[in-house]
């Protein structure tokens, strides 16, 4: 169903992107165009303008990371939306804060579900969910590439934590920031709440 969930989404976004006036929402409604994985994308492209590791961009990064991911944005407009950002005024702005207030907003009974799937997968209940967790929730003998002998169990399930695992950075752990990170662009698809709650329920047997 997610690929339906992107479609709609990104036709929507399309839609309501000629409606709003917010830089931050137009840039945000930009990258859900690209579909639920479009804000995590636009992380990817950043990390690799970071050079020098500091997980922080100034303005020059910024801007060439937007026209890098092709985002439709004129300079005074990315001028806004680096100001907004930068709330110490230092000339630069930390990137993972911005991938969060970019991410689209949800409301708590969202957020709930989310955090029940993810505490059914943490089963050491670390904060983290690796491999180990898995291996009693997940059932990776279903999938077809162990069934025709290409992975073994461990790279079905690391495969799986990749579909969550911050792009830019997968190390086969999955935090609760990337797994809501994850659920944010999928949620942004899913008009009601309800329909959202089923779709989760259904997904993790909750």
């Known amino acids: 169903g997610t690929a339906r969930h992107d479609r709609e989404m990104a036709i929507q976004a399309k839609r309501n992107l000629s409606k709003t006036t917010d830089p931050v929402e137009r840039l945000r409604l930009q990258c859900l165009a690209r579909g639920s994985a479009g804000i995590k994308g636009l992380g ?3 990390r690799i303008m970071d050079d020098d590791n500091s997980r922080t961009l100034d303005f020059k ?3 060439k990371g ?7 944005i004129d300079k005074e407009e990315a001028q806004e ?3 907004i950002f930068d709330k110490d005024g230092s000339g630069t702005i930390d990137f ?3 991938l969060v207030t970019l ?3 949800m409301s708590n009974a969202r957020k709930e579900i989310i955090m029940q799937a993810f505490r059914k997968l943490d089963k050491t209940g670390d904060g983290v969910i690796t ?3 898995l291996r009693g929730v997940y059932n990776a003998k279903h999938h077809p590439k162990y069934q025709n002998g290409d992975w073994t169990e461990d790279q079905v399930f690391r495969a799986f934590l990749d579909n969550f695992d911050s792009p830019y950075d997968k190390d086969g752990k999955v935090t609760t920031e990337e ?3 994850y659920y944010a662009g999928v949620s942004a698809s899913i008009d009601t709440d309800v329909y959202f709650i089923i779709m989760m329920k259904k997904a993790w047997k909750l």
């Open 96 to 98: 993972d804060e911005f």
């Open 179 to 181: 797994f809501m990170n």
């Open 103 to 105: 991410r689209p907003p």
């Open 131 to 133: 491999i180990e967790d």
């Open 61 to 63: 990064e910024f801007v």
């Open 44 to 46: 990817r492209v950043f």
């Open 66 to 72: 937007l026209n890098e991911y092709a985002v439709m």
């Open 81 to 83: 939306i680096f100001r």
